[in-house]
């Protein structure tokens, strides 16, 4: 009581603040009698109406509670119901991947240490026959992928019986498989396939989708709209009355039970069944006769619930409630709609057990059409039948689907179902699957275009399929290639090429205009053939033989002079492959040697040579105009022998028809190059020459003539350490370091498995090691340095061995006069220290700190200034390295003991190319 007594103190103070009594205060208030309800009112300084305002107020919002709390679980339910139809397993007609294999063989560690890893192979002890036959097992059942379920979702296997797959999961399906005794030593796997069912089989019924998931909340009720006016009053419902003038109050009335209101003033007044709209008049007559200097203004509140009866082919038949304002469609959203099962053209309104409205959902669904959708009363059923008879409609229609079909059909009303045809549609060749009176299957032409095609009776079972128009140019010119507008062209008898392609305007840059390539489909049997043209000579004179006359679906191809022209004759030379024969071979010749485009091409109708060396793009710069040589294959008996024809290819570009020899099929013309016609080879020059520079060269000239050319050395230069670099012989070598590379990933590999298993010490520190220097091997980019002795070059007498040819691409580089020298490796401290006379090697080692734990002492070799490498100073009887004699412009490098660690045989190459080519690299950039 005391609670009650806040909260409607607080409706008092903060009038502002929207305040919600619990169910409890609610309840006390509803227990007190009435005098104890007045004199609390009073106290207060509330009225009665104001309290039962307060009352109703509370009442509406627990309501509004109510109502989004039942939303809250409607959109709970679809999301479970969509998360479940997504996990279902598979179903009828669905498409999979059966793979079958033996059992893998597994590694596993060796229990004595140092042993090599065990390596268990399931099979090993298996019969061979046995293993013989299920390798035919495999390959059978292999062989017939994808399989397909049939409709009650069972697998045919070859050599199987039937096995129900249906609602198992890919994993259960793949347990399933594994139980047969056939399969049972074998690992099984099973994938479905996404597939989408083409044609009729991939069709779904229209409309039954429209309640489902997410479409949930397109017909769901909806309270905040206007009441009509010829809505029927019944119990439940709120009218709410403005009172003005001399009041100016509001006030709630519920129509209770017996179908009336308590109005304030007037006493009890009898509304229920009555339509809103004579409700509304009534009241506010009686307010204006019945109180003086009043005048009231009705509406409607809140609307009664009414339960109806949902029942037939629904989801989920039963009693619903649902708002008074629900019309047939809110029950069956409520329902969860239609099965696949049952009828959406006549769904019927039953009261008082007599049909009041059918409605068929086509009618909303594909015109907009409520006006069968009406409103529910109080004790309402909704039945909904099974389906009717159903036709599906597949193919060039707007709305492929399975249609129900109502009363007498013919094709031109399932058309109309389907939205009609789509712009792509041939209405000449529909075909109707038909179920005639033996109940077989037979296919009816229907011509959609005429009247007795389009008056064509359906019935139940059949299909119609409206086939798309062909995708052939019935008349017209293709264009495409190298031009601005690609595309087809107008046809007209006597069409030209001139008139398709009418200036070079209409070409891109760099068109080839000497040769066209036309592809044309003869009647009555579209043979192919091909043939080509020269646009320049047309352009030149229109309307000549060389502007040839084109026919209906000819295709036009312009090429370019960069790129290559595969793309589009292979394609042409494959469809001419496809119709040879015997006695028609495939039509094609060959051009090779020095011209702009090598191939093989289409064999035209009376071609010559010159007509082959217009396809290949013409003479490139190196050709030899004078002469070519014509391999031409002929089969004498049962022997294919080889002709060589020279040609007087000069004369035959000029048109002399001796010359200018008619091709055969199989023809290769090979036009020959020039003789000693190279690419002008250039050798670089850098460092202390006088005049350095690129240099071109001719063929066999020497080094020494080159620098002759450059100048000769500057004073400064140290011609002892110069770098010579080749261009073939960095390739070389790059691809023997990569190649060294690949082996030392698989040595790393098989150490770091041995090092596993084996637990050997140190292991995880060589692998480290192995990995980095890995790492700088794939980081390392090879030089090509070619060590050569430059001073005996430059003084060389031709032909001599110091005397160096030179080659396209090499580099010399010499660099100044030097006062180093360079200690790399493991040093405690690599650096270059000033040249001394009569330091040795060990010396300077020395000077750098001294060897590291890691070093191999032993050997430590000297890289010279001039490339080559030096290991130890030897005599007659006993060498030393300390006795190595160092010059200015040498680098001593200590490699890395690579005994210390696990063995690797190829980490002691890798370390040594690594030391080669940092000394390279710093010689190069030294100058």
């Known amino acids: 009581m005391r609670r009650l007594f806040i909260f409607l103190l607080g409706l008092l103070v903060l009038p502002a603040v929207a305040q919600v009594p619990t169910a409890e205060q609610i309840q006390i208030l509803q227990n007190l009698t009435p005098e104890q309800r007045q004199m609390l009112l009073e106290q207060l300084g509330v009225g009665t109406q104001g309290a039962g305002n307060a009352a109703d107020k509370s009442k509406r919002d627990m309501r509004s509670t109510e109502d989004a709390r039942q939303k809250t679980e409607a959109k709970d339910r679809a999301e479970l119901s969509a998360t479940l139809a997504r996990k279902t397993g598979l179903q009828g007609e669905d498409t999979i991947i059966v793979s079958i294999k033996f059992p893998e063989a597994t590694v596993q560690p060796s229990m004595q240490e140092g042993q090599p890893p065990l390596i268990i192979d399931p099979t090993k002890n298996w019969d061979p026959l046995e293993k013989e036959e299920l390798g035919k097992t495999i390959e059978r059942i292999m062989a017939k992928n994808p399989y397909r379920l049939n409709r009650s979702g069972e697998l045919l296997m070859p050599g199987f019986a039937p096995m129900l797959l249906a609602g198992l999961s890919e994993e259960q399906a793949a347990l399933r498989l594994s139980a047969e005794p056939g399969l049972a030593r074998l690992t099984v796997k099973v994938t479905r396939l996404p597939l989408e069912r083409p044609g009729p089989a991939g069709l779904k019924p229209l409309g039954y989708d429209l309640f489902k998931d997410d479409s949930l909340s397109t017909f769901a009720p909806i309270s905040e709209v206007p009441v009509p006016a010829e809505y029927i009053v019944g119990p439940g419902d709120e009218l709410i009355v403005q009172l003005y003038g001399n009041q100016n109050r509001t006030l709630r009335l519920t129509v209770d039970r017996e179908g009336r209101v308590n109005f304030p003033e007037l006493g009890p007044i009898s509304v229920a069944g009555q339509r809103f709209r004579s409700v509304q008049a009534t009241l506010e007559e009686r307010v204006s006769k019945q109180m003086i200097g009043v005048n009231a203004g009705v509406s409607m509140g809140d609307i009664r619930s009414v339960s109806v009866f949902v029942l037939g082919e629904a989801r989920r038949p039963g009693t619903y409630t649902v708002s008074g304002l629900a019309t047939i469609t809110s029950a069956l959203y409520a329902a969860g709609g239609v099965k696949p099962i049952g009828s959406l053209r006549d769904v019927q309104l039953k009261r008082q057990g007599e049909i009041v409205r059918r409605l068929d959902l086509y009618d909303l669904l594909l015109r907009g059409d409520t006006r069968d959708d009406a409103k529910l009363l109080p004790g309402d059923v909704i039945f909904i039948p099974p389906v009717g008879p159903t036709v599906s409609v597949d193919g060039e229609v707007h709305r492929p689907a399975i249609y129900e079909l109502k009363g007498g059909a013919n094709a031109e009303d399932v058309v109309a179902l389907a939205g009609g045809l789509t712009p792509e549609a041939d209405p000449q060749t529909a075909s109707l699957t038909h179920l005639d009176a033996d109940k077989r299957r037979v296919v009816l032409n229907v011509d959609l275009s005429g009247a007795s095609g389009r008056t064509q009776a359906v019935g139940n079972g059949d299909v119609l399929r409206v086939a798309r128009l062909r995708p052939t140019l019935d008349s017209g010119v293709t264009v495409a290639g190298h031009v601005y507008q690609p595309g087809p062209v107008a046809y007209r008898s006597g069409l030209r090429l001139s008139e398709v392609l009418r200036s070079t305007d209409d070409l891109r840059p760099n068109a080839d205009t000497h ?113 070519a040589e014509l391999t031409r294959f002929r089969v004498v008996g049962d022997v294919r022998q080889t002709e060589a024809i020279n040609i007087d290819l000069e004369a035959a570009l000029r048109g002399d028809e001796a010359a200018n020899v008619p091709l055969q099929a199989f023809d290769i013309l090979v036009v020959k190059e020039t003789p000693e016609w190279r690419e002008q080879e250039v050798v670089k020059l850098e460092g202390e020459v006088r005049f350095p520079g690129e240099y071109p060269i001719r063929r066999g000239e020497s080094l020494r003539s080159v620098l002759d050319r450059a100048g000769g050395l500057t004073q400064f230069a140290a011609p002892r350490a110069a770098v010579f670099m080749r261009d073939s012989l960095r390739k070389r070598e790059q691809a023997q370091m990569d190649k060294l590379a690949e082996r030392v990933q698989i040595d790393l590999a098989i150490s770091a498995l041995q090092g596993a298993h084996m637990n050997q010490a140190g292991a995880t520190t060589a692998l480290s090691v192995g990995q980095s220097l890995l790492t700088q091997l794939r980081g390392a980019k090879a030089v090509g340095r070619l060590v050569i002795d430059l001073p005996a070059a430059i003084s060389a007498r031709p032909g001599t061995a110091d005397d160096v040819i030179l080659q396209d691409g090499d580099q010399l580089i010499i660099p100044k006069q030097r006062q180093e020298v360079t200690v790399l490796g493991e040093v405690h401290n690599s650096t270059s220290h000033f040249y001394q006379p009569g330091l040795s090697r060990d010396d300077y080692v020395s000077l750098s700190g001294g060897t590291t734990r890691k070093a191999d002492n032993s050997q430590i070799y000297v890289v010279r200034a001039d490339g080559s490498v030096v290991a130890r100073a030897s005599n007659r009887w006993f060498s030393r390295g300390s006795q190595v004699k160092m010059e200015p412009g040498d680098t001593v490098v200590v490699p890395l003991d690579t005994e210390r660690l696990p063995p690797l045989p190829l980490w002691q190459a890798v370390t040594q190319i690594l030391y080669n080519v940092a000394v390279s690299v710093a010689a190069i950039n030294s100058f």
């Open 515 to 627: 040769y066209v390539l036309v592809r044309r489909e003869l009647p009555p049997d579209r043979r192919i053939v091909v043939l080509s043209a020269d646009l320049a000579a047309a352009l030149r004179a229109p309307g000549s033989e060389a502007d040839i006359t084109l026919m209906p679906r000819d295709q036009l191809t312009v090429f370019d002079l960069e790129s290559g022209r595969e793309a589009v004759v292979a394609p042409l030379l494959n469809d001419l492959k496809l119709q040879s024969s015997a006695t028609q071979p495939t039509e094609s010749v060959r051009i090779d040697g020095a011209v702009k485009v090598k191939g093989t091409y289409p064999l035209e109708q009376h071609m010559r040579v010159a007509d082959l060396v217009r396809a290949g793009g013409g003479l490139d710069d190196s050709a030899l105009a004078k002469s």
